[in-house]
């Protein structure tokens, strides 16, 4: 046995031998130990390097395992007190996951994951709990265990388990790939029927989705059943060996791409599309005299001589409908100009105004795609429908924020000078977060902005 192996079974060996003595561990412990952490040794030998390795990586597995119990009775316990305030049953723990999100700063999409993932682990996979409390399986082959295993009952699931997970070398040496297929052929023995059903029904989870890729490119995504998957792809992949035949010099892959383009908005690849297209830079970068970077709404940034073309191309293109809008920020931080409305709900031009100035889902460690303008401070407590008062949030964020004791408000007063709002959870732990420069300024509030955008910020703040 290596000398890994003798120092993790003597570490677990100790750990049981003295649990029933030691006290739970509190944050303050904890954060020692983190902070411990900094100060790995620098002058050691190799061996002792890859025995720390070892020994590190069995310590993400164990932590891993101590937060799913933390996430599980969090859960339990929100539950709890909703049931005691009246809250109806399906309405109970709302919110929860939105705090783990923020606690792991992660996604809430992730969080709900790993919300769901705490509850099987703990409460239905016993085996798989304790090999991740002994260090010896991370949290991501739980959660690969997880999912192949959703569409089965508790006993099935149970049983899978102990069938992959009572015995350590069971698994020990696999890779990735042939730890899920073991999974599903246990699975599939156990409950054929289920693994049908859960195919029949992913049928409804169909969908197209566009993510940011490197170099200004996007990466759009189709979930489809799998015959309509394959006869996408064996159209495409026809048509480009048919073009390459012919004497295309273009690459088999980039055929498809621009065949995938014209098919689907029926202009070439190369023309812009009948649809908006939002480019948000600065003057200074318009013209040239800059190259502060410029910012695609729904994508991110992208380099100024880039976003010029893109420009440049569209009002060149008589068959395009090229528009310019202006929105004037304050030349020292670069907030946008305030704009606000009477009306209970953000008119049109309010929502644009907040879909420029957050970019993204304004909650932090979130960023996904802007789907609703919510009041930071409610109506119902008065607040302004304003762009002060506004912050652009994703669906399941802004459901979250409207769940019992959470608490929202804008800082007018923030030291970066531009919009912030802090968060107040249900626990009491505060949360920050400030919208994004838009480009041409810098992200730390020094003094910048063209003579022209100085002036025209002057006349809109005092007209």
């Not at 695609?296 to 090229?322: C, I, K, N, S």
Request: glycine share 6%; charged share 25%; net charge neutral.
């Amino acid at each position: 046995m290596s000398v890994v192996g003798r120092s993790v079974d003597h570490m677990f060996e100790a750990s049981v031998s003295t649990s029933a003595t030691m006290s739970p561990l509190s944050a303050a412990e904890i954060a020692c130990f983190v902070e411990r952490l900094q100060h790995v040794g620098r002058d050691l030998a190799d061996a002792e390097r890859v025995d720390q390795l070892s020994l590190l990586e069995s310590l993400t597995g164990a932590a891993a395992a101590a937060q799913a119990v933390l996430t599980v009775d969090l859960h339990e316990s929100v539950r709890e007190r909703d049931a005691d305030l009246g809250i109806p049953a399906q309405r109970q723990g709302a919110g929860v996951a939105a705090q783990i999100g923020l606690a792991r700063r992660v996604s809430p999409h992730r969080a709900g994951t790993l919300l769901g993932l705490a509850h099987a682990v703990v409460e239905e996979m016993p085996h798989t709990f304790a090999r991740m409390r002994e260090g010896l399986l991370s949290e991501w082959r739980a959660t690969l265990l997880v999912r192949e295993t959703a569409c089965l009952s508790r006993d099935d699931r149970l049983a899978v388990d102990a069938e992959l997970m009572c015995d350590p070398a069971t698994t020990y040496g696999w890779g990735d790939k042939r730890f899920v297929a073991e999974a599903k052929k246990i699975a599939y023995r156990i409950d054929p029927m289920a693994a049908t059903r859960r195919a029949r029904k992913a049928e409804a989870d169909r969908r197209v989705t566009c993510r940011p890729a490197p170099d200004t490119m996007a990466s759009v995504n189709a979930l489809l059943p799998v015959t309509g998957g394959v006869a996408v792809h064996a159209a495409l992949d026809q048509e480009a060996k048919r073009l390459k035949a012919a004497g295309d010099e273009r690459t088999r892959g980039q055929i498809m791409a621009d065949l995938l383009v014209e098919r689907v908005t029926g202009r070439t690849a190369a023309a812009p599309a009948d649809v908006e297209v939002q480019v948000v830079l600065s003057d200074t970068t318009l013209l040239g005299v800059e190259h502060e970077a410029a910012h695609v709404t729904g994508f991110g940034p992208v380099p100024a001589p880039w976003a010029r073309e893109l420009v440049g191309d569209v009002l060149d293109d008589e068959d395009a409908a090229a528009s310019l809008r202006r929105f004037w920020a304050t030349p020292d931080c670069g907030s946008l100009v305030a704009m606000e409305s009477t009306a209970a709900t953000f008119p049109r031009a309010i929502r644009r105004f907040l879909d420029t100035r957050d970019q993204f889902c304004r909650t932090p460690w979130c960023g996904a795609p802007l789907r609703h303008a919510d009041h930071v401070r409610s109506r119902s407590a008065h607040g302004p429908t304003s762009a002060g008062n506004g912050q652009g949030l994703c669906e399941a964020c802004n459901y979250a924020k409207s769940s019992p004791r959470w608490r929202a408000e804008a800082v007018p007063d923030d030291p970066v000078g531009r919009h912030t709002v802090v968060t107040t959870t249900p626990t009491g732990h505060r949360y920050r977060s400030t919208a994004p420069p838009v480009p041409g300024h810098p992200s730390r509030g020094q003094p910048r902005g063209s003579t022209v955008e100085r002036y025209f910020v002057d006349w809109v703040l005092t007209s």
